[in-house]
């Protein structure tokens, strides 16, 4: 026969595991943001950039759930590896939210960016903003098996995204110069290149609060930084 006992431990575990799926919910919903907002610049499809827009409501509600759902658990009196999976929840939520954010700018860049000529450099946003992308989803599946492993893998390879953003960077600079009719777009698309930017940075900090969730205090390892566009003259 279960006791009392039984049923808050099980009434505990049902709400961690809920905490967990509403958080990971809420990151695929941003991932898929990014790639539809990535799909719109190449289309140049402003209707469906709206659309985009509007949908960030609906990752803005999940974070609300997630904020009450941990709320909770810190009531039920939590132990020390609880209050790790409730502070990175909440931690996770906030980058998760604003990579849905980052998403929906990009969708709102994109329809002044139509107002402009095709640019030959979208292609290269698309595939700084998919290495991006992979991050995020390579980060949330580390976080919903706790795998150190490959949450240090997520921070090592922030490093390519870095590098993939300094060479569009330079390129877009480039091009301005030359062409000064081109300005307009190409700032555009150095704000929408930032927006990767940032994504990649965030999928990295999802990343660390999954070794923060399993090694608690332990420092963690130092990892390499490749943004080399402060540095970049014009």
């Known amino acids: ?19 967990l799926d509403e958080t990971l919910r809420m990151g695929e919903m941003a991932a898929a943001q990014l790639e539809a907002a990535l ?9 469906a950039a709206e659309r985009i827009i509007a949908n960030d409501e609906a990752i803005d509600a999940l974070e609300h759930e997630v904020s009450h759902d941990v709320m909770k658990l810190a009531l039920r009196g939590p132990m020390a ?19 849905g954010d980052l998403a929906a700018n990009v969708a709102k860049r994109s329809r002044a ?9 979208i292609a290269g946003l698309h595939a700084l903003g998919l290495l991006a992308v992979q991050q995020v989803r390579d980060a ?11 949450a240090q893998r997520v921070r090592a390879r922030d490093a390519e995204i870095d590098v993939a953003y300094t060479g569009l960077f330079r390129e877009l600079l480039t091009y301005m110069m ?12 150095l704000f929408m290149a930032k ?16 070794w923060f969730l399993v ?3 332990e420092p963690l390892p130092p990892r390499e930084k490749r943004d080399d566009s402060i540095s970049t003259g014009a």
């Open 113 to 121: 960016l139509n107002l402009a000529p095709p640019l030959p450099h």
């Open 195 to 210: 927006n990767m930017e940032r994504v990649g940075d965030h999928a990295t900090n999802i990343a660390e609060n999954v």
């Open 1 to 19: 026969m279960t006791n009392m006992h039984d049923h808050i431990v099980k009434s505990y575990d049902d709400e961690q595991k809920r905490l």
């Open 81 to 99: 590896r609880d209050l790790r999976e409730i502070l990175a929840a909440i931690r996770i939520a906030a980058d998760i939210e604003r990579i």
């Open 215 to 217: 090694k608690g205090e």
């Open 178 to 189: 030359e062409d000064a009719r081109s300005i307009t777009g190409c700032t555009h698309l």
């Open 140 to 150: 949330l599946a580390a976080y919903r098996d706790s795998n150190v492993e490959a």
């Open 39 to 47: 799909d719109v610049v190449q289309r140049r499809d402003d209707k």
